[in-house]
């Protein structure tokens, strides 16, 4: 197993080139997923220059594709691999990445069905930092406002089911992390209670958000507390257009995993931790469910 990737680039001559991100620690996730998540990429991005997998240990069968890569030894810290998932930041470490080409980190568990590599039309300068949206808050000039007012304290936060950043400009996430875990290694400091919110804090000044039209997380879009607005939501027009633009669903939750729907049958309730009710229905979910159906055939 690398500790680097390499440098090397098969460049697009149609389109920017960029490097895919994946991370994978411990057995939760096998290489069957991994591998197709990876043939999803390929097939639809035309400007995926190279594919690096941050693990932990060997990952026998990988797709060749694949660089795998060792993550650095401080962020394999049993600390960091919890719920927190703090041990993502490693992408941001520097020495981790070639910094060649801006990068798109993807969570495992996401179901891609179109050109990520759009998503780097956010990128309006090398500093940008764009992941979807996941509180009142919104990043953008609101957000930073309110960020220098309560000089930190209050900020707008993303989910890092998919990010988007270019690894020579944001060696600082990772090396502030350091700084401050050992200031609170029990992770007190509030920004350091998961990753997601320490790059939202830490990045704040350059964070935009990903369009709810390009990707979502399955919770958000598919789920909710109040089970007969899933009926309503697919009768409204600008809802299914958006359905249908989007290139990447996250199925984020413990109870919202590939293994599990596969299993399901028509009409089935799925709740999670949240509340949140997911009705497995081809009126309630439309072509999500053929499409996650499909995605996973066979794999799990």
């Known amino acids: 197993m690398s500790t680097r990737t390499a440098d090397t680039v098969n460049r697009n001559p149609n ?6 991100v994946l991370i994978c620690w411990g057995t939760k996730y096998p290489v069957s997923i991994v591998n197709r998540l990876v043939r999803a990429i390929a097939d639809h991005s035309p400007g995926v220059a190279r594919f690096t997998l941050l693990t932990d240990r060997d990952r026998p ?24 998932c703090q041990a993502k930041l490693c992408m941001f470490e520097s020495g981790v990445l070639p910094t060649d080409l801006p990068a798109i980190y993807v969570d495992l568990d996401t179901l891609v069905f179109g050109d990520l590599g759009q998503a ?31 000089e930190g304290r209050k900020y707008a936060r993303g989910n890092s089911s998919l990010v988007v950043f270019h690894p020579a400009q944001c060696h600082y996430i990772a090396q502030r992390f350091r700084e401050l875990f050992a200031q609170h290694p029990d992770l007190g400091y509030r920004p350091m209670v ?13 964070m935009k958000a990903l ?36 290139v990447a669903v996250t199925l984020n939750g413990i ?32 072509a999500m469910r053929q499409r996650i159906l499909d995605f996973y055939a066979g794999v799990v």
């Not at 389109?15 to 895919?20: P, V």
């Not at 990988?62 to 691999?81: G, S, Y």
């Not at 919104?138 to 309110?146: A, K, M, N, S």
């Open 15 to 20: 389109g920017t080139a960029w490097q895919c």
């Open 255 to 286: 109870d919202i995993k590939p293994e599990n729907l596969m299993k399901l049958r028509d009409g089935d309730v799925v709740t999670d931790n949240k509340g949140r009710a997911l009705i497995w229905s081809g009126w309630t979910l439309g």
């Open 120 to 150: 780097l039309s956010l990128m309006d300068t090398p500093q940008t930092v764009a992941m979807l949206q996941s509180a009142i808050i919104p990043f953008g000039p609101v957000g930073r406002f309110i960020f220098r007012r309560t």
């Open 211 to 246: 369009s709810g039209r390009f990707a979502v997380k399955l919770t958000l879009e598919y789920m909710s507390r109040i089970r007969i607005w899933l009926w309503i939501k697919p009768l409204l027009p600008w809802i299914r257009s958006r359905r249908h633009q989007q």
């Open 194 to 206: 998961a990753d997601e919110r320490f790059i939202s804090w830490a990045a704040q000044p350059h």
């Open 61 to 84: 069968g990988l797709d060749p594709r694949v660089t795998p890569v060792e993550m650095p030894e401080f962020f394999r810290q049993p600390a960091l691999m919890r719920a927190g």
